[in-house]
């Protein structure tokens, strides 16, 4: 129980592009997911916290408006990086949990920005 | 600012031995605690939560709470080889935060044959 999935597991693209990754709870509802960074040899790094239905909380230094999120179902949630340039370039993670229930990690979105 | 230390490694031990991380965090508050192991280019997988004072085993895992201290440890006891992997201390807000964690620097252990 408790499987996580993300999509895309590694991207490749421009300077200036966008680019989506989801995360998908298959068997539970999440109630909470959350949005991770993780440069190499460093730790998880909150980027922001995300409710179904209302909007994402980011932590401190993160731009709202370069990482969208979007938390449609209790399913899904979205995170889009606009205009991603090579600095964006990181290992993203997303976790979902629900009520009472510790965190579960997907796999990963190892992001590559040329 | 909340913050949460794991003893500095990299740990190294044999096969067959027991390997002892340790996290301490600041929060008196916390009320939730996790170990998670991250294999490398890999995302976090749960290895044992704890939410009250003492011990929990599971397997070859054994978590010890101590609020009081504001310590958590895990233990791995016969580590093998497959153990070898960066070991992360995540302490939960105990507010209205929807369980936001704060996550320590991470260990890396190393189970050598």
């Known amino acids: 129980g408790a499987v996580v999935s993300q999509h895309p597991s590694w991207v490749i693209c421009k300077s200036g592009t966008s680019v989506k990754i989801e995360c998908r709870s298959l068997d539970f509802q999440a109630t909470t997911m959350f949005w991770y960074r993780q440069f190499p040899k460093q730790s998880l790094m909150l980027m922001a916290t995300s409710n179904e239905g209302s909007k994402a909380t980011y932590e401190q230094g993160v731009e709202k408006d370069k990482f969208l999120i979007n938390h449609a179902s209790l399913t899904l949630s979205t995170l889009t990086v606009t205009s991603a340039h090579p600095e964006d370039s990181s290992f993203y993670i997303c976790?979902?949990?629900?009520?009472?229930?510790?965190?579960?990690f997907g796999d990963g979105t190892r992001l590559s920005i040329l | 600012q909340k913050e949460v230390e794991q003893n500095s490694g990299p740990l190294s031990v044999p096969e067959g031995a027991i390997a002892s991380l340790n996290c301490t965090y600041s929060?008196?508050?916390?009320?939730?605690f996790f170990w998670y192991r991250q294999y490398s280019g890999k995302s976090p997988e749960l290895i044992m939560f704890i939410y009250s004072n003492g011990d929990k085993e599971d397997g070859r895992f054994t978590a010890q709470l101590n609020k009081a201290s504001q310590y958590v440890s895990l233990l791995i006891r016969d580590s093998q080889p497959s153990d070898s992997a960066t070991y992360l201390c995540?302490?939960?807000?105990?507010?209205?935060?929807?369980?936001?964690?704060?996550f320590g620097q991470g260990t890396i252990l190393t189970v050598h044959p």
């Open positions: 929060d008196r508050g916390s009320q939730s």
């Open positions: 995540a302490v939960g807000d105990g507010g209205t935060s929807y369980g936001k964690l704060t």
């Open positions: 976790s979902a949990r629900s009520s009472g229930q510790p965190q579960h």
